[in-house]
């Protein structure tokens, strides 16, 4: 292949990861979110106040609910030690680096097979989605998922290059990324077996028994029992959460129901297996005729590998363990999760799996075919699938992402000021946990409220006048809630762009993002409707009266105004306890 066409496929290749780039780093925000506290701030405020290693050595390997991620603790208390502070957004950065490891892997895998290289094309409009942009742009997820899917392609790597002691320690590690890096021992094995290594295999489980062992020292159920009597009575969304789940780039319209919704993922989940289950079978039936000494077509594995399987077979094996990590991580998923709503098969920090999911399967493809009419067309396939894929994910997945930065940076003014707007209520008993925990790491140093939005917080706190008449805002009242409708607000995908509602007490200020509406037509390509709307509780506002305003960030200018006082009674506001 000339200079010419190398440069050209490599431009394809990295248009969607300089783009996965661009948006970690434009769209991370340094605010943590719902589960972000115990792993983080509170693991930094109690490792200060450590005074032993043994106590600093087990806040790393302390569980936080169902989960053990050392390494995105290690990772967190590292960058204390450089820089004295928790930022959120290394956090998503140093997240990402694990998923370009596990693409170093894919390309090391594929050089194996010495194919041409315009085959690995598919791989990064595959991998480099912003589906599951709640992975990269969530610190906790970011250091679970990204983590574990990195030490299990590698634990498969080192095996299938004959290194058996480091993928042991691979092993490990995946093991304690987070749960269900245990099912990293399931792949391994599947590759041992096929391979008649019975002594290997033997230790293999012995250091995998032993992994899961210490995994699960002192943890609880968190409740999975519910999960095993709600299996009982709807078995059939376990079987189809399998298929959902590994299907989950099929995903473009979570605006809809979720019977709809879930469709197309199921579907392309059931279509993707056709060609996996023969795949498997056709590695498995040749070893089970020659381990139980059945009409043998061809020599036993030990026999024809002594040293190190062949540059093709890698391909081939580190799919197949890949692949069965996948399945096992769908399987429990299946069966554990749907009592927690259908919806999570498809949530978007479970989505890395359907990926790579998608990539392995590819790759055992080009493995297991060897003429070029076939992996042509199977490159052909990927390839637009890859494309099709990335684009609907652009549509549907890109705004989302630019208007979750503005609500977290709203809801971090509220979460400074008012004890909530971070995934927990004031009052209640998380509140006030978070309440406290945020005190102690900003007085202390190490956290600081990012500010980007100060002017217009500036302008809330001194605009005097009515509303301009190019503002057009009705204003709803219930019992419970302040309704807040725009009508026929068109969508602008601005940095800042939108409209935020906010109440005014003298210097004390609430703020609120108004969201733009969802598309409910048939246009698939489309997301958002005309009209924006809000709804504010108010149990979350102290009692008083206030004035509500409405600020609107457009091209190049602001407006604002004052549209009327509200006043909230002892009955209906924040009851401090």
């Known amino acids: 292949m000339n200079s010419t066409k190398k440069l050209g496929l490599g431009v394809i290749a990295a248009l969607p990861v300089i783009f996965w780039v661009y948006v970690l ?17 509170d693991l930094l405020h109690k490792w200060i106040l450590s005074d032993s290693i043994s106590e600093k050595v087990k806040l790393l390997f302390q569980p936080n609910n169902e989960h053990r991620m050392v390494f995105g603790k290690l990772l967190t208390v590292m960058y204390y030690w450089i820089t004295g502070t928790l930022h959120f957004t290394y956090l998503h950065i140093v997240g990402a680096l694990f998923t370009f490891g596990t693409f170093a892997l894919f390309w090391k895998v594929f050089m194996s097979s010495q194919l041409p290289l315009k085959y690995f094309l598919p791989v990064p409009f595959l991998l480099f989605q912003i589906q599951y942009h709640l992975i990269f742009l969530w610190a906790i997820c970011s250091l679970q998922h990204q983590p574990v899917v990195f030490f299990v392609c590698l634990t498969m790597y080192l095996l299938v290059r004959n290194r058996f002691g480091w993928a042991i320690l691979a092993g490990f590690c995946a093991n304690f990324a987070m749960s269900n890096g245990i099912f990293v021992w399931v792949g391994g094995a599947a590759i041992l077996l096929l391979w008649s290594q019975w002594r290997q295999l033997a230790i ?73 289950v023969p795949w498997l079978l056709g590695l498995l039936l040749p070893w089970v005729r020659q381990t139980f000494r059945w009409p043998a077509r061809m020599p036993r594995f030990t026999e024809r590998m002594q040293a190190t399987i062949s540059h093709q077979q890698q391909i081939t094996y580190f799919s197949f363990g890949v692949l069965v990590y996948i399945l096992a991580n769908a399987s ?112 202390r140093g190490i956290y600081t409220y990012p500010d980007e939005f100060k002017p217009y917080y500036d302008q809330m706190r001194t605009v005097k006048g009515a509303l301009p008449a190019s503002l057009k805002v009705d204003v709803q009242t219930t019992p419970e809630a302040l309704l807040v409708i725009e009508p026929g607000t068109p969508y602008t995908a601005g940095y800042n762009t939108g409209s935020y509602a906010f109440l005014r007490k003298g210097k004390e200020l609430y703020v609120f993002k108004i969201d733009q509406n969802l598309y409910r037509g048939r246009n698939i390509f489309r997301l958002f409707d005309n009209g924006r709307a809000l709804i504010i509780p108010y149990s979350l506002i102290t009692p008083g009266e206030y004035e509500l305003g409405v600020l609107r960030v457009g091209d190049g200018q602001v407006e604002s105004g004052i549209i009327k006082t509200i006043t909230i009674t002892e009955e209906q506001g924040f009851k401090t306890i």
Do not use: C
């Open 204 to 276: 293999w489980i012995v250091a995998g028994g032993l992994a899961i062992w210490m995994y699960f020292l002192g943890m609880t159920t968190m409740g999975n029992e519910a999960s095993i009597e709600y299996f009982k009575n709807h078995p059939h969304l376990s079987f189809l959460g399998f298929f959902a789940f590994l299907g989950g780039l099929f995903d473009f319209f979570f605006e809809r129901p979720i019977q709809i919704r879930t469709a197309l993922p199921i579907l392309m989940g059931l279509l993707s297996m056709l060609w996996i």
């Open 25 to 41: 780093l434009h769209y991370s925000v340094n605010v943590p979110w719902f589960d972000d506290f115990e792993p983080f701030p």
């Open 332 to 443: 429990i998923i299946g069966f554990l999760r749907p009592r927690f709503g259908f919806e999570v098969m498809v949530v978007s920090n479970y989505k890395l799996y359907p990926a790579v999911f998608l990539i392995v399967g590819y790759l055992a493809y080009l493995g297991a075919t060897s003429k070029d009419k076939w992996r042509t067309w199977g490159f052909r396939t990927m390839l637009g699938l890859g494309i099709f894929i990335w684009g609907m994910s652009l549509l549907h997945y890109f705004p989302t992402i630019v208007e979750r930065r503005k609500s977290l940076l709203v809801n971090v003014f509220n979460q400074e000021h008012h004890s909530f707007g971070l995934g927990h209520f004031p009052g209640t008993p998380t509140g006030e946990y978070v309440e406290a925990l945020m005190e102690d790491v900003t007085a």
